[in-house]
């Protein structure tokens, strides 16, 4: 298996089996992004040295206007996309296999964790995991702790409160919180300027 192969598995929704060809290949990869990772986190980088890492952690190149305050962790980093202006602050851990895709603008606060694969439901298939993709819209907020579960998608200029854990869909310009989170209000023209 390639990596492009992997990744066509994982983004058309595909069971990883448990033991099977395309867990067996995540976990090479899983080992790359571990190395990387520990470059990133091991000591200080200069902004553009810590670009460079990421966009070999993640396999493109990210703009220059991207930002990363370490630690970072995850396992895969081969599924991840990232816009322009985007800030990932420090203890973020992402599980990318499902594809994570951060629109522009875009701020992720401390601790924040994204995970885009489920186990199987049935004990006997448990070792299995089901891939399903984040999508964080434009000039979205993040707050610190936020959990982003699999399958999810926040609409453009939406805010996570810190600590919630996003179960569904966001709506544009919304404000969630809580466990699981829940719309509290609508984010007015006047509130954006």
Known sequence: MELTDFLDHLNQGKVVEGGGEAHQFMRGVSQEALRITAEINGCYHEPA???????????KPVDETFGLFPPFHTDCGKNITVGKHVFINMGCKFQDQGGIFIGDGTLI?????????????DPRQRSSMIPAPIHIG????????????????????????AGAVVTQDVPDNTLVAGVPAKIKKTISEEETL
């Open 109 to 121: 606060g401390h601790n924040v964790v994204l995970a885009t694969l489920n186990h199987a439901m």
């Open 138 to 161: 434009k000039h979205v907020w993040i707050g610190s702790n936020a959990t982003i579960l699999p399958g999810v998608t926040i609409g453009d200029g939406a805010i996570v409160a």
């Open 49 to 59: 040295q810590l670009r460079a890492l990421f966009s070999q952690l993640i396999g």
